[in-house]
């Protein structure tokens, strides 16, 4: 029997528990961009708790991208001495990090939204050593790894959907080449550097001529093939799905994914409750759980669950953190 918080392994990263904490985004910087004490204890709470591993809230690479407001700049001078404080608070507990990099727009220098179809090799090459440098800037902070989101509709989820690249080189067309612009960074994050690579990636798109699961495995092969440590679902929407009987609508799809590759695979979406997650964790293959606005909710529920070996959190799927963008719960 498989339970929560069973001391497990994601790839090269040893974990107290199974649960992966998801970040989204994070509001109570300072004008400067630097890190409130809110933050440090917030960390703190979560990395005490029992969590396995947290990935952060997002950092945005572009001041000018459409989430840059609701996201963690890491580009302020105090950067590297800020997350290195929250990467010792949290290994303290022996808990890994990892920083999760998302960007909706990209500006090539020509174009301040370029979309896949337009973006020239040059541009792809400028992007490419964006993500590597933000890598980079990462690992001199501490984090053990790098999350890339390319999922939901973030630029990259779009850039290797066929329903946005209809490209004609090395970059467009089947899912080798549209996976390209992903494969030929985590080569050389991996080869340069000592970090973890997860990638965040949608199981199906929900649109006409978009990506279906089929499709969203092999992008997953060529990602593990690239060098990618793991591998975390999420989703553009995942509403229409949850009409089919199905408990969580992802279990429609994650096993054939994990029979697919060779890497860890983490279940995302809308759990919230032990006995559920158990029930997932022992009718299933998933091994690795991930979970975000409960954190939100309340950043040490874990430890409750773990001393009274039941739960529920106390989040109420309001949705309304990730709606107003805010790293803070409405509620509680």
């Known amino acids: 029997m498989k339970d929560i918080f069973d001391e497990c392994q994601m790839g090269d990263?040893?974990?107290?528990?199974?649960?992966?904490?998801?970040?989204?985004?994070?509001?109570?910087?300072?004008?400067?961009?630097?890190?409130?004490?809110?933050?440090?204890?917030?960390?703190?709470?979560?990395?005490?708790?029992?969590?396995g591993a947290i990935v952060s809230e997002i950092f945005a690479l572009d001041h000018k991208d459409r989430f840059y407001p609701y996201s963690t700049n890491m580009n302020y001078k105090g950067f590297i001495k800020d997350y290195k404080m929250v990467t010792d608070i949290v290994h303290k507990y022996d808990v890994p990090i990892l920083g999760q990099l998302a960007f909706f727009y990209y500006d090539d220098g020509e174009n301040q939204k370029v979309e896949a179809n337009d973006i020239s090799q040059e541009g792809i090459r400028k992007l490419q050593a964006e993500v590597i440098m933000a890598a980079k800037k990462f690992s001199f902070a501490g984090f053990d790894g790098i999350q890339i989101n390319m999922g939901n509709n973030f630029y990259l989820a779009r850039f290797m959907n066929p329903y946005f690249n209809q490209r004609d080189d090395k970059y467009g067309g089947n899912t080798e080449n549209r996976v390209r612009i992903?494969?030929?960074?985590?080569?050389?994050?991996?080869?340069?550097?000592?970090?973890?690579?997860?990638?965040?990636?949608?199981?199906?798109?929900?649109?006409?001529?978009?990506?279906?699961?089929?499709?969203?495995?092999?992008?997953?092969?060529?990602?593990?093939?690239?060098?990618?440590?793991?591998?975390?679902?999420?989703?553009?929407?995942?509403?229409?799905?949850?009409?089919?009987?199905?408990?969580?609508?992802f279990l429609v799809y994650v096993d054939d994914l994990i029979d697919a590759v060779d890497i860890p695979v983490v279940l995302g979406g809308s759990l919230r409750d032990m006995a559920t997650i158990k029930e997932v964790l022992n009718n299933s293959n998933v091994e690795l759980v991930s979970m975000s606005k409960p954190f939100v909710a309340q950043a040490d529920f874990l430890s409750d669950w773990k001393e009274n070996g039941d739960g529920v959190a106390i989040c109420q799927s309001c949705n309304n953190c990730y709606s107003k963008k805010t790293s803070t719960c409405f509620k509680y």
Not at 14 to 37: A, M, N, Q
Not at 39 to 50: C, F, L, P, Q, V
Request: proline share 3%.
């Open 13 to 51: 990263l040893k974990l107290k528990s199974r649960i992966i904490r998801t970040g989204t985004w994070e509001t109570e910087t300072d004008e400067g961009g630097f890190l409130t004490p809110s933050i440090y204890d917030r960390y703190e709470n979560m990395a005490k708790s029992g969590v």
């Open 182 to 249: 992903s494969s030929e960074i985590i080569k050389v994050i991996k080869s340069t550097m000592d970090m973890h690579v997860s990638c965040r990636i949608n199981p199906w798109d929900v649109r006409k001529g978009g990506m279906a699961s089929d499709e969203s495995i092999a992008i997953a092969c060529e990602l593990e093939k690239a060098g990618a440590d793991s591998i975390q679902l999420t989703a553009r929407t995942i509403s229409q799905i949850y009409d089919k009987g199905v408990k969580h609508p």
